[in-house]
């Protein structure tokens, strides 16, 4: 069961968005990649469009998108005529990529680009812009997990001081699927609803602050 914010209809036509974004910001206007991924994980146009916000994901272009992020983080530009290529960029096949992967794993982008740059995921062009996209969000959960080990269920527990025990025993969830859960062992995001929200009344959050948005997809 993962909870993704937006509907996957609406997954590819963000995708282009995003792609054209960061070909136009590096390409157009000539804003070094990580600037722009730096400007952009912490606008709110990013945390409008990883909500899914039909205004950024469908109702704007991408060199719409990418001078409000510029403009809102008070990024130094000079502006340029708007310009879509047919072609393909690695650029904005990183763009193109990071959409995804963000719907994917319903991480923010900041917590992806904090993880691997966004000059990193143009790097990687040459060796996954031909393979299907899924090998590309493989590699991405690997990184990820390497960069925040802990489970979310793990951070929430310890956060509100409570052993794997005593939440076992208020929560009235068998301890040793706790263990599984934070050991990985486990897939917390296919287990029932009712142990999600037993564990979540009682580490005071909702459902989904618990599941997991990568490693076990």
């Not at 719409?64 to 530009?77: G, M």
């Not at 208020?170 to 934070?182: A, C, G």
């Amino acid at each position: 069961m993962v909870i993704r914010a937006y509907d996957e209809d609406y997954v590819a036509g963000a995708q282009r968005v995003l792609g054209h974004a960061l070909d136009f910001a590096v390409m157009t206007l000539g804003i070094d990649p990580d600037v722009f991924g730096k400007a952009f994980s912490v606008s709110d146009c990013s945390k409008q469009f990883a909500g899914g916000n039909p205004a950024y994901v469908a109702g704007m272009n991408g060199c719409e998108l990418a001078r409000e992020v510029l403009l809102e983080t008070n990024t130094p530009f000079e502006d340029a005529e708007d310009v879509m290529f047919i072609d393909r960029s690695p650029e904005y096949w990183a763009g193109w990529v990071l959409a995804f992967f963000q719907w994917y794993s319903n991480l923010s982008f900041l917590e992806i680009l904090s993880a691997v740059s966004l000059e990193g995921i143009v790097e990687m062009y040459p060796i996954y812009h031909e393979t299907d996209i899924m090998r590309f969000v493989d590699f991405m959960q690997e990184k990820l997990s390497e960069v925040s080990p802990q489970t979310r269920l793990r951070i929430r527990r310890e956060a509100c001081h409570l052993s794997q025990s005593e939440l076992a025993r208020i929560s009235k969830v068998p301890l040793r699927q706790i263990q599984l859960f934070e050991q990985r062992q486990r897939d917390i995001n296919k287990t029932s609803a009712e142990t999600l929200f037993r564990l979540a009344k009682y580490l005071h959050c909702e459902m989904a602050d618990l599941m997991e948005p990568y490693g076990h997809l």
